[in-house]
């Protein structure tokens, strides 16, 4: 997995799975599944640290999650390079350094069983498409944990 493969999946956003398969693209481990029957989204792991979510009723692809660090115990973790000038270590003063105070933020904030988190920051990145936001999401010591890169659309139906 590269900096370029992962550009290339952002593009591929809002598009079916049965279309990014047509078109050629190589994802290993799919078509994607839900955890449960009646999942409105579902999901596939091609790579390790990379997550792929989609509609369920449509297979439209719509979030693509980069695990950056190990948020819980044995949870995969991407090695690969980045595309849009991110580095595989950043956090929040980084981030805000590189691109200004964000479209949307949320402080830190405590979650059942994983505790304390570093909260999030949206971005509107200016190499990634037109209708895509970056979510930068930060552990409790404001280090990026995870970055999802989605539609700004999302389906609801």
């Not at 590189?98 to 509107?124: C, H, V």
């Not at 409790?140 to 989605?150: K, S, T």
């Amino acid at each position: 997995m590269s900096a370029v493969m992962i550009d290339d999946l952002v593009k591929y956003l809002g598009r079916t799975y049965p279309e990014i398969i047509a078109s050629g693209a190589q994802l290993p481990g799919g078509p994607p599944k839900g955890i449960f029957d009646d999942s409105d989204t579902v999901a596939m792991s091609p790579w390790p640290g990379i997550e792929l979510g989609f509609w369920a009723s449509s297979q439209r692809f719509e979030m693509l999650f980069i695990s950056l660090l190990e948020s819980f115990q044995g949870a995969s973790i991407y090695k690969g390079s980045l595309p849009y000038q991110l580095k595989s270590r950043m956090d929040q003063g980084w981030i805000r350094s590189q691109y200004g105070e964000p479209l949307e933020s949320r402080a830190p904030f405590k979650m059942p069983i994983r505790g304390m988190t570093g909260g999030w920051d949206i971005y509107r990145l200016p190499s990634i498409p037109k209708g895509t936001k970056a979510v930068f999401k930060y552990n409790a010591e404001m280090e990026v944990e995870d970055i999802v890169l989605e539609l700004n659309e999302r389906s609801h139906a």
